[in-house]
Structures are given as C-alpha cells and as structure tokens.
C-alpha cells in the first residue's frame, strides 16, 4: 500500500432476495435524519498475482479492522482471486456463507463494528455452480445480504461461460439508507438500476474489477447511474495488474447530483474515504423531481 489516503466530503434506501438472510436495523422505508453524516471507505484493494490468496485475506481483513468508526466499508469485485484469473475460478470457489472470505470477513466488520460490503467472491453453489457473489456483513458479523452478478461479462468466454447469472436484484436495509447491489459490468444495464430504486436504493454500491483500458466507460457510467436514479453511488474498483489485466482504479464517490465527491486519482491501493449525507438524495428529488416523470 502506497499510503495514499483520498479524503473528501459533501453535504450533501427491496426486499433481500432469496439468496440473502435476514439483516436488523432500523426501518429502511423512513426517510433518513436530515444532515445526517455517513462516513464510508472504499477500499482500492491491490490484487497482486504473487500473492497468495490467504495472506491477502489477512491483509484485507487488517484494512477493514483499520476503518472503525465508518458507516460502510466497501471492497472490490472478486478481490480474493483476481476478476480476470479465470484459470483459478474452480480452485478458489468457496461457499457465500462459512467460506474462507466469509470467515474472515465476518470477523473484520465484527472487529471493527462496521457494516462491510466485502466485494465478491467465486461462490460455489450447493449445487456445484459458480456465481460471482457479493456479500455484505452488518456490524455483528452477521451475513446481511448476499447478491449474485446478474450481468456476466466476457461475451463468448470468462466469467460469462465459467460462471451462472444471477437473478434477483438486491437491497440491504442499512439502517441509515437502503443499499442496491451490482457488480462491475451490471454497471452497463440501467434496468437493474431502476429496479433497485423502485425498491427503495439510495445507495448503489458497485464493486468492479474495472480494466484500464475502458477507464473512462467506469467514470462515465457511474456519474451516470448517479444522475439518472438520483442516488449516492459507491464505485470501487481494483488496484495493480491481475491475470496480466491492468485495473482502472479511480474508485470514487458520486453524490445525487452527479457531482464527484471523492475520487482515487489513480489504480495504486489506497482508502478512499468521504462523509456523505443519505438525506442529501430526499433533497435533490424533491428539488428535481425527475423520476416522478417516469412514464415505462
Ligand atoms: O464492462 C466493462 O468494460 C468491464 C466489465 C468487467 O470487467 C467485469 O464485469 O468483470
């Protein structure tokens, strides 16, 4: 880690689907308090091929313990085994709940009293299948919700023939605002987007492992869903080179309006931390009450 810190701040929330478990928290249809802070790290994690999987877990769950006092902790795509080593999908899958991620994933936002979206994981089903499968832990440790990638990417190879699609898109009541889950390509389907503030979003949380060399689709796309659904949007992506894929980086923090609040300026590992306002996304509908306009 290069020790680069990214800090920046604004004035500026379904149902789980049946992959999720239950989560506690307070209502997640209220509106939240006004000017409430919300304090969230995304981490800009470096996927090193030379290192092993099991001390890049030891090294993330130490990220993620350093980020107490945060609302939400954010880790990217398929972290634990790179988005492009597809040659070690099969290896590497693991259960979405009990696996090796997931142990020590719970232990870290448990650790450090956060909620933690941990990015993904390669899940191995019960039935053998593969999907690409975030998982998002409350405070306690416990597995709140669970989401498998809906839009599989590679065309004709990778991810889309390793791996099966999810189907369910997916909320997490947070108790300061509702989160709706994608993952990296979904990021091109405005659909699942919709869908996620028809179920309450206000937060959209997008973990990718991003290539470089379409770097400017990832910020385009991600002021974008922000705009258009008038929501916060959380995009972290990856740091380094994995599976000889250099990774765009430029995680960033969107606000409602589609103004960047907090941006890594780079695809070096770093935090990337802002303080955001979730009433800030009441104010600008209200303001511009662009989606009551929706007519399909
Ligand atoms: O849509 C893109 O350009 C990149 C998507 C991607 O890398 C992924 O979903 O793993």
Redo the contacts with the bound molecule.
């Keep these: 880690m290069d020790g680069g810190t990214v800090r920046a701040s604004s004035s500026n929330s379904p149902t789980n689907s049946p992959d999720s478990a239950p989560n506690p928290g307070a209502d997640p249809a209220a509106d939240p308090p006004a000017d409430a802070s919300f304090h969230v790290a995304l981490v800009q994690l470096r996927v090193d091929p030379d290192e092993p999987v099991s001390a890049r877990r030891e090294r993330t769950a130490a990220l993620v313990r350093a980020q107490r006092g945060a609302d939400l902790v954010v880790l990217p ?1 398929l972290w634990p085994v790179g ?1 492009f080593a597809f040659d070690r999908f099969e290896a590497e899958a693991e259960p979405a709940r009990h696996g090796p991620t997931a142990e020590a994933m719970s232990a870290a936002a448990r650790d450090a009293g956060v909620w933690l979206h941990a990015g993904s994981v390669v899940e191995r089903a019960p039935g053998g299948e593969l999907f690409n499968t975030s998982l998002v832990f409350s405070p306690d440790g416990e597995l709140a919700a669970t989401y498998r990638k809906i839009h599989r ?1 590679g065309f004709d190879r990778g ?1 889309a023939t390793l791996m099966d699609a999810g189907t369910q898109p997916v909320t997490v009541p947070h108790p300061s605002a509702v989160l709706g889950l994608a ?3 979904d ?2 389907f405005p659909e699942l987007f919709r869908a996620l503030v028809d179920a309450g979003a206000r937060l959209l949380v997008v973990p ?4 470089a060399r ?1 770097a400017a ?1 990832w910020s385009l796309l991600a002021r974008a869903r922000a705009v258009e659904n008038q929501c916060y949007v959380l995009a972290c992506g990856t740091a380094g080179t994995h599976a000889g894929v250099l990774q765009a980086g430029h995680s960033a923090v969107i606000d409602p309006w589609g103004e960047v609040v907090a941006e890594a300026s780079d695809t070096e590992e770093r935090v990337l931390t802002a303080v955001i306002d979730p009433a800030e996304v009441g104010r600008v509908r209200e303001k511009f009450p662009a989606l009551k306009d929706r007519v399909l």
């Design positions: 795509e988005a990417f991810e993952t990296c390509y990021l091109r990718a492992g991003w290539p379409r689709h």
